[in-house]
């Protein structure tokens, strides 16, 4: 399927004759899976060392590892996050005491606060080259694999020697945009600039189309590079690097204007307030509510509900809604739907340009042609999370890449960020869209990078704060989709997550859960995700005792990666209990190597 026809009816529309959206390829229909956890018998059993220091595994009854392997037994596995000898056997001294020195000086506020200016000056006082190398040894160096595809072979192959893969992800330089809509999806000025307030993540901006193509070369040149410098790679996208926002402003509105719909429904029918999936609507009362609403005849109504299986059971879910607004539908004409906001009748759709088409098609066929190359070059895409009124697009967009390239394995993943109110609805609809249809779900869950900026641009524009309350609120939200995932994962071992979290009270709580599963590291259905030059100690004792494992591995030239140099000194900062935590562990090893007279310790692989 080529993305060019995803939806062709978004670029055709218009307030007299909206167009139909085409979305997806099958009918949905079937009941929710059952959410229970299996019970796991039998009290704590002593665990008992086993040859390397860092692993520790108890013989306990492997619980339904595989359907046709009941019987077996595995090893319940735990990780010494404290063991630094295991941590850092990878490290030599010098890269110990850059480590100390880096979030050393992300601990004065001087500093970070006015990191951007302070390097701009070093620049003019040492000169590019002086300033360049002092970089490589001290934030470049820390955070940053090299300079091209070429330069960071080495790091990558000795992190792999070592039990860690890598996400591969080129930083490039971006241009500021501005464009305008309406409330939450308009492009506010002050907000132009969507790094303002962002501490953790990369943002691009739309310039032009070549723009857009040079940049699709990036994200190609670096999937060619993960093929071809690791085993199992990722390669990490940005979907607002590969066309115009305002693409994606627009379908993020309409698909979340269709959510919306859906529930004013729901709670007219008194289901409001449950769960994305729970909420199933009465066929008949749904035709007469939509009757009365004025949004069709009663013909064309009565025919939006007599497809293949849509309706069968007498009641309609979010995905079969969804699918509503596919092409395969009788759905022709879907002209307005409520305001939720102002009760009026409104256009689903607002009119493309002829431009606007063509840049949708455009950037569409990017997408398209990342995908195929990921597949060709033995890569997995993993489609990075951005700003909640642009992310409906994205995760739409990237179901869509997920319904074809993920059939026999996971090749595309889908990141969700756990900061925000509706990420385990996000997360159990797609999960169960994947399972009807028998597609392979791969995931990233992280906390969020957008928090700060997210907030102030809510109060500024006037919409609810998409952001959970506080922390606590946000880990329990990171830990509900976790759960909700590995459950599906011991299910039917069609589902995939990467753990990306700096938290190791998560990683332990995701370790404790597949022991009770029986799930097996060497299944590699979860996998652990760190970013380069940052907790080391969670990353390296995971890879060695055999899971899965990934630190982020950004690359480019110094003076483009500044702006990532500067985020990572404000995320270090802000995670101060953290750092102080790897502080102390990497004196710790360093006085180890010290008192047994490793002074010029090197790796050996």
């Given at each position: 399927?080529?993305y060019?026809?995803?939806?062709p009816?978004l ?9 139909r959206?085409?979305?997806?390829q ?8 059952s959410?229970?956890r299996?019970?796991?018998?039998g009290g704590?059993e002593?665990?008992?060392l086993?040859e390397?220091?860092?692993v520790k595994?108890?013989?306990?009854d ?7 392997n ?7 596995i ?6 630094t ?24 506020d001087l ?16 000169g ?11 934030f470049?160096?820390q ?9 960071i ?15 591969l ?7 500021p945009?501005?464009?305008?809509r309406?409330k ?5 000025r ?16 739309y310039?032009?189309e070549a ?9 190609l040149n670096?999937?060619?590079a993960?093929?071809g410098?690791?085993?199992d790679g990722f390669s990490a996208?940005k979907?607002?690097?590969l066309?115009?926002?305002?693409f ?5 509105e ?10 004013l429904?729901a709670?007219?029918?008194?289901k409001s307030?449950?769960d994305a ?13 939509l009757?009365?609403?004025g ?15 849509l309706?069968s059971s ?7 809604w ?6 395969r ?12 906001e102002n ?11 002829v ?16 995908a195929?190359h990921a597949?060709d070059?033995?890569?997995r ?11 409906p697009a994205?995760?739409r967009?990237?179901l869509e ?16 960020q756990?900061?925000?109110k509706e ?7 797609d999960?169960?869209?994947s399972r ?5 779900f791969?995931?990233?869950l ?14 500024e ?7 959970n309350?506080?922390?606590?609120a946000?880990?329990?939200m990171?830990h509900k ?15 995939n997550?990467?753990?990306?979290s ?8 995701t370790l404790?859960?597949m022991?009770?599963m ?7 259905k ?12 969670i990353?390296f ?16 030239p110094?003076?483009?990666v ?8 404000l ?12 502080r102390?562990?990497l004196?710790k090893?360093?006085?180890r ?10 790796p050996?692989?």
């Open positions: 399927m080529s060019t026809k995803v939806i009816g670029v055709r529309a218009n307030s007299d004759n909206i167009k959206i085409c979305l997806s099958g009918r949905f229909r079937s009941t929710v899976a959410k229970q299996k019970e796991v018998e704590k002593e665990q008992q086993v390397c220091t860092v595994a108890v013989q306990a492997l619980i339904s590892q595989t359907k046709n009941t019987d077996a037994q595995t090893r319940k735990a990780i010494d996050f404290d063991n000898h295991e941590a850092y056997k990878s490290k030599d001294n010098i890269e110990l005491l850059r480590s100390l020195l880096v979030f050393k000086l992300c601990t004065f500093l970070v606060d006015k990191n951007k200016e302070l390097m701009d000056l070093s620049k003019k006082v040492f590019k080259r002086l300033f360049e190398r002092l970089m490589k040894m001290t470049y160096g955070f940053v694999a090299g300079e091209d595809h070429n330069s072979k080495p790091l990558i192959h000795k992190n792999q020697a070592f039990g860690v893969g890598s996400v992800d080129y930083i490039v330089s971006v241009i945009s501005v464009d305008h309406e939450k999806y308009k492009a506010h002050q907000f132009g600039d969507r790094r303002g307030g962002v501490v953790s993540a990369r943002t691009y901006f310039a032009d723009k857009c193509d040079a940049q699709m070369e990036t994200f670096c999937i060619k993960s093929g410098a690791s085993v996208v979907m607002t690097a066309g115009r926002p305002q994606l402003l627009q379908f993020s309409v698909l979340v204007k269709w959510r919306r719909f859906f529930n429904l709670a007219q029918q008194g307030g449950m999936l729970e909420q199933k609507l009465e066929l008949e009362q749904l035709k007469e509510s009757t009365k609403l949004v069709g005849n009663k013909d064309d109504i009565e025919n939006w509900f007599t497809g293949e299986k309706g007498g009641t309609i879910d979010l995905l079969d969804n699918s509503l607004i596919n092409d539908t009788k759905i022709s004409n879907l002209l307005v739907i409520p305001n939720v009760g009026q009748l409104e256009p689903l759709l607002r009119k493309f340009t431009e606007e088409e063509k840049q949708m098609k455009r950037m569409l066929q990017r997408v398209d042609v990342l195929k597949v070059n033995g890569v895409l993993m489609v990075d999370a951005e700003q909640t009124y642009f992310q994205i995760s967009l990237t890449m997920q319904r074809i390239f993920n059939r026999e394995k996971p090749i595309i993943f889908n990141t969700y756990c900061y925000l990420a385990y609805d996000n997360v159990s609809v999960v169960e869209l009807r249809e028998g597609w392979y791969g995931a990233k992280v906390r969020g990078a957008y928090m700060y900026q997210e907030r102030s641009r809510a109060e524009i006037g919409y609810e704060d998409p952001i309350p506080d922390y606590e946000t880990n329990r990171y989709c976790l759960e909700f995932v590995l459950e599906e994962i011991d299910h039917n071992r069609k589902a997550v990467m753990v990306a700096h938290n190791e009270d998560t990683v332990k709580f404790g859960k022991n009770e029986g799930l097996s590291p060497t299944e590699k979860v996998y652990f995700g760190q970013l380069l030059g940052m907790c080391d100690q990353s004792p995971l890879g060695q005792a055999g899971f899965p494992v990934y630190k982020y591995v950004p690359y480019g110094v003076n483009e500044i702006p990532y140099l500067s985020r990572r000194a995320e270090n900062r802000g995670f101060m209990k953290g750092s102080q935590r790897e102390s562990l004196w090893e360093l006085k190597r010290l008192l047994n007279g490793q002074i010029l310790y090197k050996v692989y």
